[in-house]
């Protein structure tokens, strides 16, 4: 049983382009979580899906940020017109079914954005 | 304030040393989680409790309901427990986790 995949597992985009980052979460699993490490930070909650929903999305940037978790294929974070601000590490967990948020999440190894 | 306090932030302690790492809360939680991230940046849920007390090998974690405070030790330390451990919270009001600023722990052989 594979663990939480993401990837690229490090990507770099210019100022003005798209960032799209993928997660395919445990199998079983229908929750997935996104969160945001910048620099010298901690981690932060951006947002929280279920197949086809998003459940939680108050971690979110008002713009240029949006997620999907589709009913078919990896959840997708795409941030448009990245800016410098945005060059983080990206981490996506996943939980099962039941519980929600409560429940134990896996972590996947995170993608870390640079933008030059 | 953060919802989440950890002390110490830093830590550096002698090969075979107890370890406490101590993590307090500010708001009310269904559940309360340790994760260690290590150098290379991946993250491992360690535990998951919502009362009393968890034991995983030499790692223990406790949780203190009333208090709002929460404890990892680690017994009988060892260089490869050198990461960043990280306390966050599952919110009973909501969807969110909160999380610590880490403690980063070294282990000096």
Redesign the interface.
Same mark, same amino acid.
């Given at each position: 049983n594979a663990g939480v995949m993401q990837n690229p597992r490090h990507l770099v985009r210019r100022r003005g382009q798209e960032a799209r980052l993928r997660c395919s979460p445990m199998k079983g699993h229908s929750h997935v979580?996104w969160?945001r490490q910048l620099p010298e $930070?901690?981690?932060? =909650?951006m947002v929280?899906l279920q197949k086809e929903n998003i459940?939680?999305e108050?971690?979110m940037p008002k713009e240029r940020f949006s997620a999907e978790f589709p009913k078919e294929g990896p959840s997708i974070l795409r941030i448009q017109q990245v800016v410098r601000g945005d060059s983080a590490?990206y981490?996506c967990?996943s939980s099962p079914p039941y519980g929600?948020?409560?429940? $134990?999440? =896996?972590?996947g190894?995170?993608t870390?954005l640079t933008v030059l | 304030k953060n919802e989440v306090e950890q002390s110490p932030q830093n830590l550096t302690a002698q090969e075979g040393e107890f370890i406490t790492i101590n993590c307090s809360y500010s708001v009310g939680i269904?559940?309360l989680?340790w994760?260690q991230q290590h150098p290379g940046?991946?993250?491992?849920?360690l535990f998951?409790l919502s009362s009393g007390k968890k034991k995983h090998g030499r790692l223990i974690a406790t949780i203190n309901i009333q208090e709002k405070h929460s404890s990892l030790h680690i017994t009988a330390s060892h260089p490869r427990d050198s990461a960043v451990y990280?306390c966050?919270l599952?919110?009973n009001t909501?969807?969110? =986790?909160? =999380?610590?600023?880490?403690t980063s722990l070294t282990v000096i052989p």
């Open positions: 979580y969160y $930070e901690g981690l932060k =909650f929280y459940i939680d108050s971690g590490a981490f967990a929600g948020a409560y429940n $134990e999440q =896996f972590f190894p995170g870390r | 269904s559940a989680h994760l940046g991946g993250i491992v849920s998951m990280i966050a599952s919110s909501g969807n969110q =986790f909160y =999380f610590g600023t880490g």
